[in-house]
């Protein structure tokens, strides 16, 4: 069966969506983009990915060719015409086509494009029993981190760095600190203590993160909100990354140590468990 996508206006197949050579998106990476992931057919906080899209357009005076209810209807009908039960929702604008100059064009029409990924069973990854195993890079994206902009080149080397070390994903670190993963969120835990790096330009604030902290803050867990080096990740009792693709998923070694005990924490799973519960009962 072939894809339904969105492009510009229409639902098409796939093999039938097509998009300018000119567009800025391809020649400049001048787009933004969002993930969010279906279970159960539904949506899992597609307001704060409404929200945080509105977000990275303002910062670069991009144009929003669609209103939240629009987008909202969109999403539906390409998981409702793919048969999504899980998988995700990929949606990119970009400022559309235009001759070739560094300088943005006068009055351009954005484009949009949306498409589905089935992905069964990511509730179920195995990855959640196992653990992921990660190596620390150095953080060498641009500065502003917290627009989600469609330049993902070093988080793509940074992945494939991984897979030749044998591990499932980098952690960026700047100035002795980690960043980020590279695309998603990192976090430690020490006792009952759970660290993420602070928000601002360096990290992209995840919709994933805000709602796993507020859900530790209810249940009584201490949340430090601030950066924390490679050593003392590789001291803590666990580690976790946290995404719209992967949930709270646990991280078990770094650069070849183990972290805490070397398998999934308790605290992991249990976020992990309490987030999956909450986003599927508040699901749209
Ligand atoms: N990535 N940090 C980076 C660099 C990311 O690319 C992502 C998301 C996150 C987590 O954000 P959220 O919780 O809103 O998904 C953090 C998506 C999933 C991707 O590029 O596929």
Do not use: C
Request: proline share 5%; aromatic share 8%; no cysteine.
């Amino acid at each position: 069966m072939t894809r339904t996508v969105y492009v510009n206006g229409e639902y098409l197949p796939e093999d039938q969506a097509k998009v300018s050579v000119f567009d800025r998106g391809f020649l400049f990476a001048d787009g933004v983009y969002e993930v969010t992931s279906v279970l159960g057919g539904k949506l899992i906080d597609f307001a704060g990915h409404a929200k945080r899209l509105q977000r990275s357009l303002d910062e670069l005076q991009m144009a929003n060719p669609v209103t939240e209810d629009e987008l909202l209807e969109i999403h539906r009908e390409l998981v409702r015409a793919n048969g999504i039960e899980e998988g995700l929702v990929y949606l990119q604008i970009t400022r559309g086509a235009a001759d070739r100059d560094f300088a943005y064009p006068k009055d351009p029409v954005p484009t949009i494009v949306l498409f589905t990924q089935s992905k069964p069973g990511p509730a179920e990854n195995p990855l959640a029993r196992t653990g992921m195993k990660v190596i620390s890079i150095e953080d060498q994206r641009w500065g502003r981190r917290d627009i989600k902009t469609v330049q993902l080149l070093y988080p793509s080397m940074g992945k494939m760095m991984a897979k030749a070390a044998g591990a499932d994903d980098a952690w960026m670190v700047e100035d002795g600190h980690v960043t980020e993963g590279t695309s998603n969120n990192a976090y430690i835990v020490k006792g009952n203590t759970i660290v993420t790096r602070h928000l601002g330009t360096e990290i992209l604030h995840g919709i994933t993160r805000a709602a796993v902290l507020r859900f530790a803050r209810e249940a009584q867990m201490v949340v430090e909100e601030r950066p924390f080096t490679v050593a003392e990740a590789k001291a803590a009792d666990e580690a976790f990354i946290t995404s719209a693709s992967a949930f709270v998923m646990p991280v078990v070694e770094m650069d070849g140590q183990p972290i805490g005990s070397g398998a999934p924490g308790r605290v992991t799973a249990r976020l992990r468990e309490i987030y999956l519960d909450e986003m599927r009962k508040a699901a749209v």
